[in-house]
C-alpha cells in the first residue's frame, strides 16, 4: 500500500511559473514531512521540510503548504528556473521512527 | 563536506551471481540505508541500520541481506542475483533522533542483472 501519494507524475513550467507538487498520507502518526531534490546522476538531497504544527514554511523560492486536516501537503517553486528542473520527492515520516517513507516522485521541467 | 561514497557507479552481473555493493559515510552517522530506485515507483526502502551489527528490513527486503560490521560502511547483498533485480541502488545515511532527520544520499549504483 502506498503511504505517500504524490502527484503529477511529470510537469512542464515556463520560466518564471509556479511549479506545484501535492502529496497526500493518510497515516496521523506522521510527524516529519521533508521534500527532496534529486538532479540526474545525483542522488536525492533534502530540500525544505516542515512538521505539523505550522501550516507554511517558506525559503527563498521554495514553499511547503501543509494542511492537518486534509492530510495534504504541497510544494510551491516561485518563479520556477531552468536549473530547479530536476525529479522531487515528498517524503513522511512516523514519529519515533528513523525510516522515511518516500513518494514516487515527480520530474519537473522548467522551460527557458 | 558531507559524504556518502558508494563503490560503483555501473555494475553488470549476471544471473545467479553473488553482489556486493558496498556504502562508506564520513560523518559518524547512527543510521545508514539502502533505497532502491525505479521509474514510476520513487524509493523503496530495502534495509536500514541504526548501529553496528544492527539492522531491521524496510518495506522490499526479500532477495537482499545487508552487513555492518563498522559504523561507517553498510554493505548490500544479492545472494543469487536476478533480472527483477536490475535498478538504481541509493545508500543513505543519517545522524538520527527526533532533531536530526536529514537523509545524506550517495549518487547511487545502477546495477544490470542480465
Known amino acids: 500500500q502506498q503511504q505517500v501519494k504524490q502527484s503529477p507524475q511529470s510537469l512542464i513550467v515556463q520560466k518564471g511559473g509556479i511549479s506545484i507538487i501535492n502529496c497526500a498520507y493518510e497515516?496521523?502518526?506522521?510527524?516529519?514531512f521533508p521534500w527532496y531534490q534529486q538532479f540526474p546522476g545525483k542522488g536525492p538531497a533534502l530540500l525544505i521540510a516542515?512538521?505539523?504544527?505550522?501550516s507554511e514554511k517558506k525559503e527563498g523560492r521554495f514553499t511547503i503548504s501543509f494542511n492537518k486536516s486534509a492530510k495534504q501537503f504541497s510544494l510551491h517553486i516561485m518563479d520556477s528556473q531552468p536549473g530547479d528542473s530536476a525529479t522531487y520527492f515528498c517524503?513522511?515520516?512516523?514519529?519515533?521512527?528513523?525510516?522515511?517513507?518516500f513518494g514516487k516522485g515527480t520530474k519537473l521541467t522548467v522551460n527557458p | 563536506d558531507v559524504k556518502v561514497t558508494q563503490s560503483s557507479r555501473y555494475l553488470v552481473k549476471r544471473t545467479g551471481e553473488k553482489v556486493f555493493l558496498e556504502c562508506v559515510q564520513d560523518?559518524?552517522?547512527?543510521?545508514m540505508f539502502w533505497y532502491r530506485q525505479d521509474p514510476g515507483l520513487g524509493l523503496r526502502l530495502i534495509y536500514f541500520?541504526?548501529?553496528?551489527?544492527?539492522?531491521e528490513k524496510g518495506d522490499i527486503p526479500e532477495g537482499y541481506s545487508v552487513s555492518r560490521e563498522k559504523k561507517e560502511r553498510f554493505s548490500l547483498i544479492l545472494e543469487s542475483a536476478s533480472t527483477n533485480q536490475t535498478s538504481m541502488y541509493l545508500c543513505?545515511?543519517?545522524?538520527?533522533?527526533?532533531?536530526?532527520?536529514?537523509?545524506?544520499f550517495g549518487s547511487g549504483t545502477q546495477l544490470s542483472v542480465l
Open positions: 543513505a545515511s543519517s545522524f538520527g533522533g527526533a532533531t536530526n532527520e536529514k537523509l545524506f
Open positions: 541500520s541504526y548501529d553496528v551489527k544492527m539492522k
Open positions: 497515516n496521523t502518526a506522521f510527524d516529519y
Open positions: 517524503a513522511a515520516r512516523r514519529g519515533g521512527s528513523e525510516k522515511l517513507v
Open positions: 560523518m559518524d552517522h547512527e543510521n
Open positions: 516542515i512538521r505539523p504544527d505550522v
